[in-house]
């Protein structure tokens, strides 16, 4: 019963620096805020929390990378996104939010985690070496969080587009397959912004993400089933 | 009204309430490091669903960002009470409602908000902030409360804090002194005993008001207030005792200048002091700039001045002073018995001719010509006529 509590160190220094830094990084925007505390500036602490679940989902992939697959992985992964959980309700409590909506970049941050993992373990299990690893992860998560965003800019110029919020009705959907712009939509229009879409950007980045996920896992189970016969 | 900017900042959290919740994050991290160590990882693992838990439900039993409602308000405690001020509203998601309690609300004609003044409520259809200007009006009981001044100019007395929450930074103004006083706790009696110095002597506008906020160490909000006080001009006798209260409740949170009016108990004699009778202008020239103790005029223009007198003052003696800042004018007191207009001299009041001046009618200056003049303030000595009481 206990075992699914008992992590690695390695796993358990990743959480901690991962906490760690980001209560440095809110103190700092706690700071800034009361030494700025100037009633004209409106809605300082709701920028504050768009911005940092942005920062917590880059600084989650980076450090994601690192983590060493054991059994019960999936939980021990809950368990990393949860442990940022704390600075998530300080933020929305500040900001007089639900605490429902706390639970979306959780939702977010966790599959995009198991996303990375799987794509990880899968290559483990293919045996490639470390430094392969690595490299391939980064520009795995370069590309669907930094190049989607400059394609999307490119799209945005020459197409003309007249956005208004981050969920707009003419961005095409296919972008909200990165992280950042669903976490970074979910959270500005949980702030007061205009969403002209819904939950359909949630809906498409969880069904797409998932059943990759799920795809890679079955195809390393049923590559070992292949390995073990042979 | 966009000068009451107090309002806003009640908008915001509570950071006292913040600097806890940091702190826990801070014992989080602790637990953290003890679970680093060889066969902890049940702490660590525990630890992390702990705290999560523990903040959903600080989150849940806490409201850190208290109230939805910020209001700031000047309230006149005289003959009732009266209060005047904006409300904050924040709605917090579309078509949220507020009830206000308030007598008369407006909605300055903004968009998105509906004003439903017979039930004191407020439909915010958007997650915005709204202010409502409202005021109240209670003319049940009488609140003023009572001094008396002696020959020597010296204050006596009792004032109480009849409210029961605390008054900071209060102050008494009498005519041209003001009075430091501190806080006032709830309920709390203070005795007073002050010679009237006239720290306030011969001051215009700004100054008058430079002086007070640095004498009594008001902050800019509370100095805020006391100016949209000041310039509203709404107290003909300028002797009152001003304090600056806080209510946080559950719904709201109010932010308060009270004004509670000071009367002069009656003696057998009189004695007013300089710049305790505001007088009430009449000028020629419509100005866009306001002012209440200085007057700036120009050629050809005419200032008539009228200070209401006791009507059951038999007055001895009667001193005026005002300060002339630049330019050349003249002074002249209207004789009633006479009516001629008379230029000011030093013998102008003398005791034998002051009835001439005020029996018939208020004391009235004009002043003609051209420059800046600090306004004319007067003080009286008598006593009071006894007997009837018919107005």
């Given amino acids: 019963m206990n075992n699914f509590l008992e992590m690695s160190k390695k796993n358990r220094e990743l959480i901690f620096s991962y906490v760690l830094i980001n209560t440095i990084v809110l103190l700092g925007c706690f700071f800034m805020i009361i030494l700025t505390d100037n009633s004209y500036e409106e809605d300082l602490t709701g920028k504050m929390y768009l911005y940092y679940s942005i920062f917590q989902l880059i600084l989650n992939s980076i450090l994601i990378t690192l983590w060493e697959w054991e059994k019960k992985g999936f939980f021990h992964i809950a368990m990393f996104t949860l442990s940022s959980f704390p600075h998530t309700i300080l933020l929305l409590s500040v900001n007089n939010m639900s605490g429902l909506y706390g639970l979306f970049p959780l939702i977010i941050q966790y599959i995009w985690a198991m996303v990375i993992i799987s794509i990880k373990n899968m290559m483990m299990y293919k045996g490639k070496s470390d430094f392969h690893i690595q490299l391939i992860l980064k520009i795995f998560i370069c590309t669907v969080i930094i190049f989607s965003l400059i394609f999307f800019y490119y799209y945005y110029e020459y197409r003309n587009l007249v956005i208004v919020s981050i969920f707009d009705r003419r961005i095409p959907l296919v972008f909200f397959l990165n992280p950042v712009m669903t976490s970074a939509g979910t959270a500005a229009s949980q702030l007061g912004q205009p969403n002209y879409l819904g939950y359909k950007p949630l809906g498409i980045f969880c069904i797409f993400w998932i059943s990759i996920s799920f795809g890679i896992n079955i195809l390393i189970k049923h590559g070992r089933l292949c390995y073990e016969k042979k | ?391």
């Fill in chain 2, 1 to 391: 009204m966009c000068m009451f900017f107090k309002g806003n900042s009640f908008l915001k959290p509570s950071y006292n309430l913040v600097y806890i919740f940091l702190s826990l994050l801070i014992v989080y991290l602790i637990f953290l490091i003890i679970g680093l160590g060889e066969k902890r990882g049940k702490i660590f693992g525990i630890s992390i669903g702990a705290f999560s838990l523990i903040f959903l439900i600080a989150f849940f039993r806490e409201n850190i960002y208290g109230s939805n409602v910020g209001k700031v308000e000047i309230k006149e405690y005289g003959e009732g009470v009266f209060s005047t001020g904006v409300a904050y509203v924040k709605g917090t998601k579309e078509n949220s409602e507020f009830q206000l309690n308030d007598g008369f609300l407006d909605g300055y004609g903004e968009d998105n908000i509906h004003v439903m003044p017979l039930n004191q409520k407020v439909l915010a259809l958007k997650k915005e902030v709204y202010h409502i200007f409202f005021q109240n009006r209670d003319e049940k009981e009488s609140y003023v409360q009572k001094l008396s001044i002696d020959e020597n100019s010296i204050v006596s007395g009792e004032i109480q804090n009849i409210l029961p929450y605390d008054l900071d930074n209060s102050f008494i103004i009498i005519g041209d002194t003001v009075i430091n006083i501190g806080t006032l706790n709830g309920k709390q009696k203070l005795d007073i005993k002050y010679r009237l110095d006239e720290n306030l002597k011969n001051t215009g506008d700004f100054n008058y008001l430079d002086k007070v906020s640095t004498a009594v160490k008001l902050d800019d909000e509370e100095k805020q207030l006391f100016e949209q006080y000041y310039y509203a001009g709404a107290n003909p006798k300028n002797c009152y005792l001003i304090g600056f209260s806080t209510i946080k409740d559950k719904d709201e949170k109010t932010y308060t200048m009270n004004v509670f009016q000071i009367d002069f108990e009656e003696k057998e004699h009189l004695n007013i002091p300089f710049g305790v009778i505001c007088p009430v202008k009449n000028y020629t020239k419509y100005s866009e700039d306001e002012y209440i103790r200085e007057y700036t005029l120009e050629e050809g223009e005419e200032l008539l001045l009228y200070y209401p007198v006791p009507v059951r003052a038999d007055i001895e003696s009667l001193n005026l002073r005002a300060k002339i800042d630049y330019g050349s004018l003249k002074i002249e007191a209207l004789n009633q018995k006479d009516k001629k207009w008379e230029e000011l001299s030093s013998q102008l009041f003398q005791s034998d001719r002051v009835k001439n001046f005020t029996e018939n009618g208020p004391l009235t200056i004009k002043i003609t010509g051209k420059g800046r003049i600090m306004l004319p303030q007067i003080s009286l000595r008598g006593k009071l006529k006894s007997g009837e009481n018919n107005e």
